[in-house]
């Protein structure tokens, strides 16, 4: 038996448990006197009272990793009705009680065929109703969330009532969601897969919470971040020609711009956020409706795969000029250029609207190759993890998914950065007339030459500087994702 199982023998849900009936039965006596010595487990001082500390020890000795601090958190303020910080016995028993006879309804609305079970196909019709539509395979996932002792295909109400037991809420849509959640982090990489997001997260307006949390976790990780990404560019763009070192790079930049011109670019980096997300989040979400032709199911992997590139391809192309003009920025010398509004100007007096679609065509190629690598390898990954060890209901580890982000990234990356490297060295000659030899001006011609003067490994310059800034990207990304959507009420379970 795994040592985060419960350690204490739950009582049985007797047959009124059970009946067709929502209206509320009464309550086993078995169960009240089963929370009475949940109560004097959890109080590990005998005092007669549960404090937040005890409630958090406790829970996680007797098996209920699951439940999240703000969870409990919740679960104190509901269940604390005289308001003294702590639980008395009478509170707790009072509490648990309604609790529990409000999950034995709830379960009944779900057993449609009142067997005292829920079978894969209720779960999916549980999530139909709420507007989310998933696989019978991820049902069996969600299935052995709750249901981890036996290799049973259903889930009885007892292990339904033990995995929500302290959950705050008694909705069902809420219960429901607590089997599923989004996340909607930046990366550091504008050509990532979307998440999905439920009909219900749409008219609920937690979509756009979601897409602010991002938003704002993006803004930091890349301004904290920004001197490195810089640093590639110019390693990019001028690193074969003039064998610089990343740490002659760094000097010369620190010398030319100091400290503070080692964030030229971030600004229109940052503004760029905004827009690309949202035109993302739409272009991928129309494209999902098109691949399913009315049809209620879930996208499959390779389906997501071509929503999500075709869904960058959509919104690359309307903020690919932003794109260009952050690669100008990074490049200009003090004086150079004044602001974002000024390059733009320079930018269409020299060469018009062209100009702001330097590098256009590698960039679109480049989506395929990251996106697709991306996607698989974070699934491959987090399944393989899933089948593994998440069978004992406890929630998926949060360094887990920064891990699988960071190295699916990474393993993307590999792939694309050619592409990537000659994308900037395009943008690089936007709104200079450097009277390059005609092979240099366009991407095939630019990728043969970088071949053969300088190797493969030219187009691989400033992969490393690209490299260090993807853990720190996503660890900021996570932090400062979770602190917003807590402020603005995203519950994450």
């Known amino acids: 038996m795994s040592s985060d199982q419960p350690t204490w023998n739950r009582p049985k849900p007797g047959p009124k448990a059970m009946g067709a009936s929502t209206t509320s039965p009464p309550l086993d006596p078995a169960v009240q ?11 590990s001082n005998r005092d007669g009272r549960i404090d937040p500390n005890e409630l958090a020890e406790g829970l996680h000795s007797l098996g209920y990793g699951h439940v999240s601090k703000k969870e409990m958190e919740e679960f104190l303020i509901k269940s604390d009705t ?8 009478g509170e707790f028993v009072r509490y648990m009680t309604n609790h529990e006879r409000h999950l034995r309804l709830q379960f009944a609305k779900l057993d449609e065929n009142q067997d005292g079970k829920l079978c894969i196909q209720e779960i999916i019709g549980a999530f139909k109703k709420m507007g989310i539509v998933i696989t019978e395979d991820e049902a069996k996932m969600l299935r052995k969330r709750i249901n981890y002792r036996d290799q049973s295909m259903e889930i009885t109400y007892e292990e339904w009532r033990d995995f929500l037991l302290f959950h705050p809420s008694t909705e069902l849509e809420e219960l429901i969601q607590k089997w599923r959640h989004n996340t909607c982090m930046d990366f550091g990489e504008d050509i990532g897969v979307p998440d999905d997001f439920s009909d219900q997260d749409i008219i609920s307006g937690m979509w756009w919470r979601h897409l602010m949390a991002g938003g704002v ?18 390693l990019q763009v001028h690193g074969g020609r003039k064998s610089l070192r990343i740490i002659d790079t760094l000097r010369y930049m620190v010398k030319e711009g100091g400290v503070t011109g ?43 795969f071509l929503a999500g590139s075709l869904a960058g391809g959509v919104s690359q192309s309307v903020i690919y000029p932003l794109e260009v003009m952050k690669t100008r920025l990074a490049l200009r010398k003090t004086n150079e250029i004044n602001g974002i509004s000024d390059c733009a100007r320079q930018l269409f007096r020299i060469e018009g609207i062209r100009g702001f679609y330097r590098g256009y065509i590698p960039n679109l190629l480049g989506i395929l190759p990251y996106a697709g690598i991306d996607l698989a390898v ?9 089948s593994e060890h ?27 950065y050619p592409l990537a490297l000659v994308r900037t ?30 190797g493969i490994k030219g187009l691989y310059r400033g992969i490393i500087p690209n490299f260090c800034k993807v853990a720190p990207a996503v660890s900021i990304s996570y932090y400062v994702y979770e602190r917003t959507r807590e402020y603005l009420g995203v519950e994450m379970i």
């Open 33 to 43: 006197a089963w929370f009475e010595d949940l109560f004097t487990q959890l109080d």
């Open 82 to 89: 005289s308001q003294s910080g702590d639980l008395d016995k």
């Open 217 to 234: 976790a993006g803004m930091v990780s890349r301004s904290c971040t920004a001197p490195l990404d810089r640093l590639k560019i110019f």
């Open 262 to 304: 080692l964030w030229r670019g971030n600004g229109i980096n940052v503004i760029k956020i905004a827009p690309e997300s949202a035109l993302k989040f739409a272009a991928y979400d129309f494209i999902k409706r098109l691949i399913r032709n009315d049809e209620d199911r879930d996208l499959k992997l390779y389906e997501r």
């Open 378 to 386: 974070y699934e491959t990954l987090k399944r393989h993890y899933l």
């Open 390 to 416: 998440y069978m004992d209901g406890t929630s998926f580890p949060a360094v887990s998914l920064l891990a699988f982000g960071t190295f699916s990234s990474c393993c993307g990356q590999v792939a694309a």
């Open 425 to 454: 060295k395009l943008q690089s000659q936007a709104g200079l007339n450097l009277n390059l030899p005609h092979e240099q001006t366009h991407a095939v011609g630019l990728f043969r030459y970088t071949v053969r003067t300088e």
